[in-house]
């Protein structure tokens, strides 16, 4: 009991300290958004530049409604024209005459297009209504760029002066973007690969999350259970923050008349369930079987927010037996190794059209599967927790877990031999034995 206590301060402290730690994320420590600049030619009062956005990350995807990038000019140059994407705000451009540029504003503000934008105004891995899919899940699919070009600027490589305080919404606040820095010109291959051509000019922005920035409270929590255990552990109460307790949904018959539901103007407002713990997601962890050589786990990620659905999502565990995966049922499957000494972590997404969707709070707002695992019997046991995972990341935020000594525990005669010959068969044996 001493050692469960322990284990529960110890492990307080440690989800504290990595809350509220700065960017680094110990499971995806070089995970980061790169934003490159290239420019691609020299116009006579500027440049013409593309920029590309490469999302390094594991396992956090650009959600909808997408980024929004940001910057402030060093002098007082204007866009001049855009593919690809637009700024929010034309600005003041009244000294302007004839040709009027696309943004005047010092600080532009820029979004990406949505899809099915006329083919004149698209770019290459354009206009996908800001949505980027994480590196670990997508690798090609990662990026997003469009084309500026800029006026009133430098025109060689001496005169152009960097952007700077560059800000990065993806889709809401969490990201700290760092100076632009200049870096050797990016290298392109031609079409029929024998030939390549160089950027006159390349400059990186590299941006990296930090979860205490982007919000108070956790957004998801974790509930365990296990076949040896009657007791189910949820949630911890209030895990997500119970500010949004009075404005919840008390049951599934009332929300669809709920005029919150369709009258909010805020795009990201959140219209969730009424539970203890006020998390809009709840994933849940259940040991379901031992046998001789493996074991089976159960994973369930519930939806409680009404108002939204996840179209990527994506799901990290870290668990020391996640290195000897022997087969999972429903979801897509990528081991994660942060540390090349180590293999304890594991991404978990949705098989595409069958349930990489995780629909609204309802019926239909849960996805599940089941993962088999060779055991490792140097290691393996069930006792002290052991079998549950140490790390949960929804979606690239750390879920809270319930503290370790209100885990289920072992029965006092299982923790004897759980996984060797069966208690009540040994007892009737010796019973007759005795007789």
Known sequence: MRLLLILSVLSSLLVLFSYHAGAYDPLDPNGNITIKWDVMSWTPDGYVATVTMN??????HIMNPGWTLGWSWAKKEVIWSMQGAQTTEQGDCSKFKGNVPHCCKKTPTVVDLLPGVPYNQQFTNCCKGGVVPAWGQDPNGALSSFQVSVGQAGTS???????????????????????????????FLTADKRRKTQALMTWNVTCTYSQFLARKNPSCCVSLSSFYNETITPCPTCACGCQNKKNCVKSDSKFRKDKRLHNSKKENDQLLQCTHHMCPIRVHWHVKINYKDYWRVKIAITNFNYKMNYTLWTLAVQHPNLNNITQVFSFDYKPLVPYASVNDTAMFFGMKYYNDLLMEAGPAGNVQSEVLM????????????????????????????????????????????????????????FFIFFL
């Open 157 to 187: 490589n001496k005169t152009v002066k960097l952007p700077k305080n560059f800000t990065l919404l993806a889709p809401g606040p969490g990201y700290t973007c760092g100076p632009a820095k200049i870096v050797p010109s990016t290298v």
């Open 55 to 60: 999302n390094f990350q594991l396992y956090r």
């Open 374 to 429: 060779r055991k490792n019997k140097d290691t393996f046991t069930l006792k002290q927790g052991w079998a549950f995972p140490h790390k949960v990341y929804f979606n690239g935020d750390e879920c809270m877990l319930p503290p370790p000594d209100s885990y289920p525990i072992l029965p006092n005669s299982a923790s004897l031999n759980l996984f060797t010959f069966p208690i009540s068969i040994s007892s009737f044996l």
